[in-house]
């Protein structure tokens, strides 16, 4: 919860501020502040601005603007406030409301490590805060948490990435051995055709005859046919007689 000042926190602090300039500022920061008490923190900002316009130096009226934009979850420019009623703040316990309250704004973002910076210096100004020294146990403790995460996260991301990379060899080598064995069930049908083909083929006789023996049987073959020769010739030439017609 932010914390917001009042006119009356701050008038013994604003006497160095010029009474006019004050009398000004300080009218609209009470108009501010009833219009935040009814949670109408835009109409609220307003009035802060004008207030700071009158006088920029008013720390009230950059704190209090910063509180109406952090209700409206502009958290960015609300921090930019608390940092101007920061450096502005006359004493210590100012600052550190400003401080406490940016931390705010980092928690509700979940920025525990800006929160944290923020709570101590929260702290470093007023070391009996115990609502800045909650939160910044609360944030120590949410950070803790939140590295640990990452941290699983991570791991289960590696593990996830092992796993796919293992899963994705795995599939190579399946691959690889599917490749493999129908190559070789490609060369088992290959050998197996060659050896259909080479049963349907019948092999030639051996020979019984020895080589003098085939010899012999070629020369009676080669005698026999010139004997049919001879023979052919001499019927060719016998006369042939003639009938008489008579």
Known sequence: MTRLFTINTLALLLLTTVAAFAQSSNKYIRQGNELYKKKQYADAEASYKKA?????????????MGNSMYEQKRFEDARKQYASSAKL?????????????????????????????????????????????????????????????????????????????????????????????KDQDKDKKDQDKKDDEKQDKPDPMPSKLSQQEAENLLKALAQEEKKLQDKAKKIKGRPVAVEKDW
């Open 52 to 64: 700071v316009e009158k006088n920029q130096a008013s720390v009230e009226g950059n704190y209090n």
């Open 89 to 181: 703040a006359p004493t210590k316990l100012v600052k550190g409301d400003a401080n406490y309250n940016t931390g705010n704004t980092f928690m509700e973002e979940k920025k525990w490590e800006e929160s944290i910076k923020s709570y101590k210096a929260a702290l470093k100004a007023n070391p009996q805060d115990e609502q800045a020294r909650y939160n910044l146990a609360y944030a120590q403790q949410m950070l803790k948490q939140q590295q640990q995460q990452n941290k699983d996260n991570k791991d289960n991301k590696d593990k996830k990435d092992q796993k796919d990379n293992k899963d994705k060899k795995d599939d190579k080598k399946d691959q690889d051995k599917d490749k493999d064995k």
